[in-house]
């Protein structure tokens, strides 16, 4: 199946400070890719929709200007995490979709702000 | 809205078989889908459902009835390994890719 990356899998960082997230798709071109995060025993929470070349798509009570998502090429699509908290500390989560059926998972990457 | 349900936590022992149920109610429905996730990792795609029956795919096998809104996941022959969180997720009609996860069901297998 199509493999997506995710990078860094965990990061620690100072509370105030901005985490950059990657998600690859690295053997197919993804239009579209999609941010989850997910909060301990809870479900996926769908942050927003990655669009190549043009605005994400954000979900309702995501605040754009503290995630900011670049999607910059057809197989890469970065979260940012600005002026990061102690309550953005979460499991976050790329997926990217070929074709119109799949969705394929990056890694993941656990955030912890402190 | 989408709305998904399913039982919260299930165990079974090595060897049986396990029907996790998953019920939904949405504004539209393009397709139901079956993830496994394992403790701190990404979820990984086991099926796909978007017409009404049974799909087999090796020891899983996943069933939709879309009049009921209903849709399970029947593990066979389990092993210590299918231990994980199994999530359903629905994929509505606002964009043709977007899903909605219910809230999974965390299935133990003990020997």
């Known amino acids: 199946g199509a493999v997506v990356s995710q990078h860094p899998s965990w990061v620690i960082c100072k509370s105030g400070t901005s985490v950059k997230i990657e998600c690859r798709s690295l053997?197919?071109?993804?239009?579209?890719m999609f941010w989850y995060r997910q909060f301990p025993k809870q479900s996926l929470m769908l942050m927003a929709t990655?669009?190549?070349?043009?605005?994400?798509?954000?979900e309702q009570g995501v605040e754009k200007d503290k995630f900011l998502i670049n999607h910059a090429s057809l197989t890469l699509s970065t979260l940012t995490v600005t002026s990061a908290h102690p309550e953005d500390s979460s499991f976050y989560i790329c997926s990217a979709v070929q074709g119109a059926v799949e969705a394929f998972f990056g890694q993941g990457t656990r955030l912890t702000v402190v | 809205g989408q709305n998904i349900d399913q039982p919260t936590e299930m165990t079974a022992t090595e060897g049986a078989i396990v029907q996790i149920n998953c019920t939904y109610q949405t504004s539209g429905f393009n397709g139901l889908f079956w993830y496994q996730q394992h403790a701190g990792e990404a979820p990984t795609f086991l099926s796909y459902?978007?017409?009404?029956g049974l799909e087999e795919k090796g020891r899983f096998s996943s069933f939709l009835s879309r009049s009921k809104g209903y849709s399970y996941l029947l593990l066979k022959e389990l092993q210590m390994k299918d231990s994980a969180s199994y999530l359903c997720?629905?994929?509505?009609?606002?964009?043709?890719?977007?899903?909605?996860f219910g809230k999974g069901t965390m299935l133990l297998v003990s020997p």
């Open positions: 990655s669009n190549e070349g043009s605005k994400a798509t954000y």
């Open positions: 459902n978007v017409l009404d």
């Open positions: 997720a629905v994929r509505g009609l606002s964009g043709y890719s977007t899903l909605t």
């Open positions: 053997d197919f071109q993804a239009t579209t």
